[in-house]
């Protein structure tokens, strides 16, 4: 089929020599013996990694993918998964005059120039084929395109199901056209040949995530080793760090504080590795937070610290909300989340008054008919919560706020007006836009001469510097899907 493949499966099960004078990198390990062969090996399951296999085994490659979890894809299995397309054929059918300058000026304002533009530009100008492959592998979309909030036009199309059923409709492609899958297997180390190209993988099968660790990477030591041998290429398709408190702490001591709704599997191994044999590290201390309610309705209420006092103007977006809430727990040097509270005609304000009631169903939200109760629910000293309220009615009546909020957007709502509703008000680390930095064809660069490094590549967010300081909405199923074409591509071209 290949002459090259044909070639290397003879060294299947056998054993490779490498010169001993290489042995100072450890990582350049001789006498190895390989238990797995495959083309390419894909670390991970996400969106980024099913997209690249399908494409590699539509070619007729041999892939493996190995996920260390129990189940397959990540954190894109609890994405909504809106996709922003460049001249989709909703665009087309709708008329919608859209164009690459429109899209890069709107990725561009979201990232603030920490974007590297030759990644937008690989995400703009890829998005329609990237989108039609998917269709062609079985992902189903609606007939109608999202105007979503940082974009010019309407140019999202909304995945029917979620990340659940983009992921389970790639995944029965791959395995139809042949690809091998295996769970619960954590690739622990790679592997390199005498000249320091990679050449496999180090792994646990039957390794077992324990969430009950203070850092499962480090302190897990469950499973069977074993090593894998790739023919052309390995591929990091391995997210984010979000979930890994201990090394988000270090890039960025103020994510200490963040919760994360993100898979249990976000953790920072996969990185290190990447960056124990010379790949770039890029943007680490950048994050992107989620919110546990829409931040446009937190104007018609306040925001109260642990002290029960107002710190802020509460119209904002969420990372600008977030980055100052755990700006102001670190001065007070806190671990309490402040309190969001709205007045019933604050409540009756917001944009979406059905998500609201599904707050108060699920919990997250509370309901009191008095102060007293919801005082005391949260903790709040009684007195300062009245003499803050109290501040912040006076400010409405002489229509001047003491953090500046613009009062003429409040729509009459105010601290007066029984029943009271709150939660608290947790930024949550949805994304870590860090990662290791790769070209356009996601060759994992190298530290030292910025060279590829022979056979790693990296896609979707095992990357870094592609979005910058703000991810545009609806362009992590872009970038991760264009990513895994452009590395599919590659690896097909090298053959």
Not at 480 to 490: E, L
Request: with cysteine; glycine share 8%; proline share 2%.
């Amino acid at each position: 089929m290949i002459n090259r493949r044909n070639f290397l499966k003879t060294l299947t099960g056998t054993t490779i020599a490498l010169p001993s004078i290489l042995n100072a990198n450890e990582n350049l390990k001789k006498d190895i013996k390989f238990d797995e062969i495959a083309d390419v090996i894909i670390v991970g399951s996400g969106v980024s990694a099913h997209i690249c296999a399908a494409y590699l085994v539509k070619n007729k490659l041999d892939v493996l993918m190995i996920e260390k979890m129990d189940r397959i894809g990540g954190n894109s299995v609890l994405s909504q998964q809106d996709f922003a397309v460049l001249n989709s054929d909703l665009q087309i059918k709708a008329g919608i005059k859209d164009s690459e300058e429109l899209f890069l000026n709107d990725l561009n304002k979201a990232g603030a120039g920490y974007n590297h533009l030759e990644h937008s530009l690989r995400i703009i100008r890829n998005s329609n084929e990237a989108y039609e492959f998917a269709k062609s592998c079985g992902v189903k979309y609606a007939n109608k395109l999202k105007f979503l909030g940082g974009h010019s036009v309407a140019r999202s199309v909304e995945t029917i199901g979620g990340g659940g059923a983009c992921i389970k409709a790639l995944h029965e492609f791959f395995l139809a056209n042949k690809g091998r899958f295996k769970n619960e297997t954590k690739s622990d180390e790679i592997i390199q040949d005498e000249n320091a190209k990679v050449i496999g993988i180090s792994v646990r099968e039957n390794y077992r995530f324990d969430r009950n660790l203070a850092n499962d990477d480090r302190q897990n030591l469950s499973g069977v080793k074993k090593n894998y041998k790739a023919r052309l290429a390995v591929v990091f398709a391995t997210g984010g760090f979000s979930r890994d408190v201990e090394f988000r702490s270090i890039v960025n001591p103020r994510l200490r504080l963040a919760k994360s709704p993100s898979s249990l599997g976000q953790t920072a191994g996969a990185l290190k590795q990447m960056l124990k044999i010379g790949a770039i590290a890029t943007q680490l201390a950048l994050s992107r937070f989620s919110f546990g309610i829409p931040t446009e309705d937190l104007i018609y209420g306040i925001m109260l610290d642990k002290n029960a006092k107002r710190f802020l103007n509460e119209d904002g977006d969420r990372q600008g909300l977030s980055n100052k809430i755990l700006a102001h727990m670190q001065n007070l040097n806190t671990t309490s989340y402040p309190t969001i509270i709205l007045d019933s005609t604050g409540f009756a304000n917001s944009h979406d008054p059905n998500r609201m009631q599904s707050f108060i169903i699920a919990g997250k939200m509370k309901k009191f008919d008095t102060l007293d109760e919801l005082a005391n629910h949260f903790k709040l000293n009684k007195d300062e919560l009245l003499k803050s309220m109290q501040i912040y009615e006076d400010g409405i009546k002489k229509n001047k706020d003491e953090f500046k909020k613009d009062l003429s957007k409040i729509k009459n709502s105010s601290m007066s007006k029984a029943p009271f509703y709150a939660m608290t008000a947790a930024p949550g680390l949805s994304y870590t836009p860090g990662g290791v930095w790769a070209d356009t064809n996601m060759r994992v660069l190298h530290i030292s001469n910025y060279e590829p490094i022979k056979g790693l590549y990296a896609i979707g967010e095992a990357t870094g510097g592609v979005h910058g300081q703000a991810r545009l909405t609806s362009c992590s199923i872009p970038d991760c899907m264009t990513s895994g074409i452009a590395c599919a591509k590659d690896i097909l071209k090298g053959i």
